[in-house]
């Protein structure tokens, strides 16, 4: 429970995922769980939609990027039971929405990365993609797909 009271003491708490589509929130293959693509949803609704560089400044997307990795650790949790069974952060895979000319993707992806390391030290260091896309599902700015390795 450690992991969940220091998402509390940042302001962030864990929802109970629910798919928009047909598909589960995370998948366990022995020791890793993968999990669904998360958007930046807050109470079952996008906090922020549009592209970076119109609709969503750098900042608002970093702050999306983080609400997605939130909602990635909700999806870890419903497939472990609980966060501290987290041994290692391994990749990250993230996609941002974003106008022609907008290339600072991996700077809003900082939002999902600096979180994992500040909740779990140094085993939320991780590989990571940042990819951007003309659109995303709902018009959301940011999604997040994420795999970590879990105790046995």
């Given at each position: 429970?450690?992991?969940?009271?220091e998402?509390?003491?940042?302001?962030?708490?864990?929802?109970?995922?629910?798919p928009?589509?047909?598909?589960?929130?995370?998948?366990?293959?022995?020791?890793?769980?993968?999990?669904?693509?998360?958007?930046?949803?807050v109470?079952?609704?996008?906090?922020?939609?549009?592209?970076?560089?119109?609709?969503?400044?750098?900042?608002?997307?970093?702050?999306?990027?983080?609400?997605?990795?939130?909602n990635?650790?909700?999806?870890?949790?419903s497939?472990?039971g609980?966060?501290?069974?987290?041994?290692r952060?391994?990749?990250?895979?993230?996609?941002?929405?974003?106008?022609?000319?907008?290339?600072?993707?991996?700077?809003?992806?900082?939002?999902?990365?600096?979180?994992?390391?500040?909740?779990?030290?140094?085993?939320g260091?991780?590989?990571?993609?940042?990819?951007?896309?003309?659109?995303?599902?709902?018009?959301?700015?940011?999604?997040?797909?994420?795999?970590?390795?879990?105790?046995?």
């Amino acid at each position: 429970m450690r992991i969940e009271q220091e998402l509390e003491k940042m302001g962030f708490a864990l929802p109970t995922p629910k798919p928009l589509a047909a598909y589960i929130p995370a998948v366990r293959v022995g020791n890793l769980v993968y999990t669904a693509g998360q958007g930046p949803n807050v109470d079952g609704k996008a906090l922020f939609v549009g592209k970076l560089g119109r609709e969503v400044t750098e900042e608002q997307g970093y702050r999306a990027a983080q609400i997605c990795v939130v909602n990635c650790l909700a999806c870890v949790k419903s497939a472990i039971g609980d966060l501290d069974k987290v041994e290692r952060v391994v990749k990250l895979l993230g996609f941002v929405a974003s106008v022609d000319g907008f290339s600072r993707q991996p700077w809003v992806m900082n939002g999902a990365s600096e979180l994992l390391v500040k909740l779990f030290g140094e085993r939320g260091q991780h590989a990571r993609s940042a990819i951007g896309t003309n659109q995303l599902p709902q018009d959301i700015p940011v999604e997040v797909e994420m795999i970590v390795q879990v105790k046995d």
